[in-house]
DNA sequence: GCATATTGCTTCTGAATTCGTAGCACAAGC
DNA sequence: GCTTGTGCTACGAATTCAGAAGCAATATGC
């Protein structure tokens, strides 16, 4: 059976930040996004820069995000789409926030 | 006992982002955040506006987004702190890029 | 040929997380 | 008193994830 046979949680909202948010929202999701940021990786590859990441979970998210058409599977591994780029690049200024909130956190 | 009993996965690793993305990457997070992004919504309010949400979980993520200084309790329910509110901002161009997403998934 | 290694991926079992319902304690209104 | 609404908790069931093992396919060396 298909790991992905139901729309995606908030899909039927018509408010497609919703399905984004569900598609995101799930675990190891973003993390896989965002270690493909710079080099395609393999499947293995992939499972190392995630620290473990199990297999299962790996292929099924893979899955997920090549029917979102974020990720595509190449010659050289796993690579973002263009789409999926522009989603990253959008996500630098986050980055950088998250530096600061960091050292708030510490501050306590 | 504590929800919370645990750092944020991946936060050992140093980066920031990784904990940002490990806090974010858990179902409903984004969500919760982003429901209170304009107004405080009571529990209550913050669960309709899920969609239905469990009170456990909702309870569990509002927690967590409270120890990181994203979501206060005030009088009138609760709201984003101006941390918070920064993190959102970063969302809006986000949220433009997901309308030209969905297009695209729909013409497949 | 044959062994070895590496790859993508599957399968399995037990643990962790999440769900959904019910319900508690409290306050306000009547 | 009784009802209504609130924030929140308890608990069993359902789902998801973790971790280890292993399989088929391909490549590499001998």
Same mark, same amino acid.
């Given at each position: 059976?298909?790991?992905i046979d139901k729309p995606v949680r908030g899909s039927r909202s018509g408010?497609?930040?919703m399905a984004l948010l569900d598609l995101l929202g799930r675990r190891w999701t973003l993390r896989?996004?965002?270690e493909l940021?710079?080099?395609p990786l393999s499947?293995?590859?992939l499972q190392a820069a995630c620290e473990g990441m199990s297999p299962s979970v790996l292929n099924q998210r893979l899955a997920e995000l090549r029917e979102a058409l974020l990720v @595509? #599977?190449?010659e050289s591994g796993y690579a973002l789409t263009p789409r999926g780029r522009e989603l990253m690049a959008l996500f630098e200024p986050i980055q950088r926030w998250a @530096? #600061?909130?960091a050292r708030?956190?510490?501050a306590g």
């Open positions: 059976m298909s790991t408010r497609p930040i896989v996004v965002w940021r710079d080099e499947f293995r590859a @595509e #599977a190449g @530096e #600061a909130w708030a956190q510490r």
